[in-house]
């Protein structure tokens, strides 16, 4: 069951959420809805629940358009944020919810919510009210209820968000099991680019209400098509400037732009991790602090002619050796990307 | 249970909070413990039956009888239009909502005689009503619609805003749940957002029928308290003073009170009820 999402648009007032956003779900897969916070992904998922209505756009499921049909008619099983259990039903009752509203008969309807208990390991539970579970709990009870009516699409809005961080690992891991064994064409937000990458075969890059990329997590990863996508996928050093002779140069750091006119002002995005430095004198910029991050460090250096640099290695790396505050450096760009420059940004030469 | 509060605030016998309970016990036995009592002192001194006799002797029966129907009428009423009520304005927009959001505490901030007269004034004869209720027949001001209609207005709030409350802190997630499961619009109502709400339901029913038992102002302005017809438990305890009949007045009164305490011990049950769910 595929889904295709068609320039939809949506506003609240004169806040427009999602801006003529396409999308193509295939069939059987398990795809990231990845952005920032506020940038419109869960009011997709709410629109093509049917719980949002769409100002402009359609949204077909199984090369069907599901434009006029309501929530309740669309069998799109949608697991929310905090779950929304109903708190005065037990666990039996919340899976069992979808298949009673259809009329499904006693006898079926517990052999269903019995195979659910099962998929989801919940055995034990099916009396419990949902105040008398774990944060885990809850979210497994929340996608047998979901998965209970046999729907054809699943929707997760932030499914990790509301537990802690070593639950949420182990739910990740869980989730992509339950996904390869069912096959249900599955959709999930998340603003934690982690998440995505480790769960999602696909993943669509959502920021203020716009989609800046769709791919799979390696091209994403590695080629990313935005000014945006390569900022929000890590730590990044920015500079601006123009194109001479078919290289960009700032201070130190030169980078070949081939096919582009002279004198046009270009943007500079490096990793931090894409980044090899060492001691060296006279070198070509200074280290002003080493930071430790668990198990990576950070070097912050200033660059002759640049302006500040900030890279990232495992914290073991030999790299590392010698690198202290107040030391000279020599730098290695390893991989780095031009973006046209936004006209007007501020520091275009 | 195990005391769960910090040192602080745990119980030392120190004058100063000893003087503060004798004060306290002194205020409450004032205000509550020697009223009430006294009630009860009067009855046994003029005997429980010839009090009951007495009662019924002024016609008090009847009169309670009214209040009761008044008290139960206000609960079924308030009961559909707050939970109504409470849902449109809760989880609608629309404009005027905040006017009408701050009307609804309005029957708690006016004197319950202004309603009543507000009553007359509308319903009464050269009201603005009249017109239309000649031409249905209808009588409405010193008649038992006016009791009804006068004791909804004043018991209004209670359930709109206790089911108010309750809808605020579940948000829609649920029903929104029981949506996207299929469920048609009176299937959530029922099964999901009547069991959310109960507890406020119950809460404010119970703030409804103690209000609508004790009720005066209003209920003597619009009814007249005209014996026989539209006389209520409070009024005839008015009258009954008024014309020297003070035992059925003191019965009348324990009663009253008797059924105001009964529903006070259940209020706190549902209370505690409602704290250890939430």
């Known amino acids: 069951m595929g889904i295709r999402v068609e320039h939809l648009t949506k506003r609240f007032g004169s806040f427009v959420a999602v ?13 990231a809805l990845l952005g920032p916070s506020g940038g419109g992904k869960s009011t997709i998922l709410r629109i093509i629940s049917g719980l949002e209505a769409a100002d402009e756009g359609h949204v077909i499921i199984d090369e069907q358009s599901v434009d006029h049909l309501h929530a309740r008619a669309r069998n799109i099983g949608f697991v929310f944020q905090h779950y929304a259990l109903f708190r005065h039903m037990t666990v039996a009752q919340n899976i069992g919810f979808g298949l009673e509203v259809r009329k499904v008969p006693a006898e079926a309807r517990r052999t269903r919510v019995a195979d659910l208990v099962a998929l989801l390991g919940l055995q034990g539970l099916e009396e419990r009210l ?51 064994d069912l096959h249900v064409t599955s959709i999930f937000v998340t603003h934690d680019q982690a998440e995505a990458f480790s769960v999602a075969d696909r993943v669509f890059i959502i920021n203020e209400g716009r989609l800046e990329q769709a791919g799979t997590p390696l091209e994403v990863l590695d080629d990313p098509a935005t000014e945006f996508v390569a900022r929000f996928l890590g730590e990044v050093n920015v500079y601006d400037g123009r194109v001479r002779d078919g290289f960009l140069r700032v201070g130190p750091i030169e980078v070949a732009a081939s096919g582009v006119a002279d004198g046009t002002p270009m943007r500079m995005i490096l990793r931090a991790y894409d980044l090899k430095l060492w001691r060296e004198e006279p070198g070509v910029g200074v280290v002003r602090r080493v930071l430790l991050l668990g198990d990576r460090v950070k070097v912050e250096a200033v ?25 000279r450096i020599a730098v290695e760009v390893s991989t780095a990307r031009l973006y046209p420059l936004p006209a007007g940004s501020p520091g275009t030469p | ?15 100063r909070r000893v003087a503060l309970l004798a004060l306290v016990v002194a205020w409450m036995a004032l205000l509550l413990l020697i009223p009430l009592g006294s009630l009860a002192v009067g009855v046994v001194q ?20 009214r209040t009761v129907v008044v008290a139960i009428a206000s609960v079924v009423l308030n009961g559909v239009f707050g939970v109504a009520g409470a849902i449109y304005l809760v989880r609608h927009r629309f404009w005027g909502r905040r006017l009408l959001d701050m009307l609804v505490d309005l029957p708690l901030a006016v004197s319950p005689v202004m309603t009543g007269l507000a009553f007359i004034l509308v319903f009464g004869r050269g009201g603005l009503a009249e017109p239309l209720l000649e031409a249905l027949g ?29 809808l605020v802190e579940l948000g829609i997630d649920e029903e929104a749940a029981a949506a996207t499961l299929g469920a048609s619009a009176s299937q959530t109502f029922w099964r999901i957002t009547v069991p959310n709400i109960r507890h406020g339901l119950t809460y404010g029913s119970t703030l409804t029928l103690a209000r609508a038992l004790g009720e005066f102002g209003a209920v003597l302005v619009v009814g007249g308290a005209i014996k026989g017809r539209t006389d209520t438990a409070t009024t005839f305890i008015f009258t009954a003073v008024d014309e020297r009949h003070e035992p059925a007045a003191y019965g009348m009164a324990l009663i009253l009170a008797a059924l105001s305490m009964a529903f006070l011990v259940l209020l706190e049950r549902l209370k505690k009820r409602r704290t250890r769910e939430a």
């Open chain 1, 19 to 31: 801006q003529d956003v396409s999308l193509e779900i295939r069939s059987g897969e398990l795809s």
């Open chain 2, 46 to 65: 003029f005997g429980p039956l010839a009090v009951l006799r007495q009662i019924g002797e002024a016609g008090g029966w009847p009169a309670l009888g």
């Open chain 2, 138 to 166: 209808w009588k409405i001001t010193f008649a038992m619609p006016s009791l009804v209609l006068a004791t909804v207005f004043v018991t209004l709030p209670f359930v709109l805003r206790e089911v108010s409350h309750v």
């Open chain 2, 1 to 15: 249970m195990p005391d769960a509060r910090p040192d602080a605030f745990r119980t030392r016998w120190l004058p």
């Open chain 1, 303 to 327: 660059l002759d002619g640049a302006g500040p640099l900030f890279a990232q290695f495992p914290r073991r790396s030999s790299l590392l050796k010698g690198i202290e505050p107040g030391c």
């Open chain 1, 130 to 180: 949902p105040s008398q579970l774990s944060g885990g709990q809850r979210q497994r009870v929340a996608v047998a209820r979901a998965l209970a009516p046999e729907p054809k699409v699943l929707l997760l809005d932030e499914p990790f968000s509301a537990v802690d961080a070593q639950v949420r690992e182990e739910l990740r891991r869980w989730l992509r099991r339950l996904h390869d």
